[in-house]
T-cell receptor, first 118, second 110 residues
């Protein structure tokens, strides 16, 4: 079953709207979560690392004021696309590693959020 | 993080064994090799992970030669539902950060 839940699964909104996407870890705590963006027929691009209780770490070229990340609890990270425009339309995916056992545990991914900005 | 190179695409027929090879010439001593599968409009799903030699689970096998500069994901007797993109990732044990390469788009035909 799904261990990382992402919501909503799809959203359509007008240009200029801010959109919040939630990523929840189910039955485990995630001090770190990751956010990716994927355009059609392309690979996943890591946007940022979400850190519980501290600021997110953004990858080069990702605007932190555009993509606000909040990780206020051990089971929830949110990504807010502020003042979204058509070029922000994409598939957004989150992931979280499950701790325990050896290091470098595989990650569990949410099922993604399809964002369409009109 | 070590860069990986995979074929862009592969075709197969149902019932055949599919082997997808990934090159990672700059793999470091503490790097693990992990493969993920992604269906359209879904997040990636973990398939298998290994460090050296051979690893097998209920869905796949992973072959890693002694020099670890490449790895091969083997899918036995593929079905139509195995049509997906397969990503090979290499990352050290002390980080959870994953950098995805281009992946291999596998198309299985009836």
């Amino acid at each position: 079953g799904a261990v990382v839940s992402q919501h909503p699964s799809w959203v359509i909104c007008k240009s200029g709207t801010s959109v919040k996407i939630e990523c929840r870890s189910l039955d485990f705590q995630a001090t770190t979560m990751f956010w990716y963006r994927q355009f059609p027929k392309q690979s996943l691009m890591l946007m940022a690392t979400s850190n519980e209780g501290s600021k997110a770490t953004y990858e080069q070229g990702v605007e932190k004021d555009k993509f606000l990340i909040n990780h206020a609890s051990l089971t929830l990270s949110t990504l807010t696309v502020t003042s979204a425009h058509p070029e922000d339309s994409s598939f957004y995916i989150c992931s979280a590693p499950i701790r325990g056992g050896n290091s470098n545990q595989p990650q569990h991914f949410g099922d993604g959020t399809r964002l369409s900005i009109l | 993080l070590a860069k990986t190179t995979q074929p862009i695409s592969m075709d197969s027929y149902e019932g055949q064994e599919v082997n997808i090879t990934c090159s990672h010439n700059n793999i470091a001593t503490n790097d693990y090799i992990t493969w993920y599968q992604q269906f359209p409009s879904q997040g990636p799903r973990f398939i298998i992970q290994g460090y050296k030699t051979k690893v097998t689970n209920e869905v796949a096998s992973l072959f890693i030669p002694a020099d670890r500069k490449s790895s091969t994901l083997s899918l036995p007797r593929v079905s139509l539902s195995d049509t997906a993109v397969y990503y090979c990732l290499v990352a050290p044990s002390n980080t959870d950060k994953l950098i995805f390469g281009t992946g291999t788009r596998l198309q299985v035909f009836p």
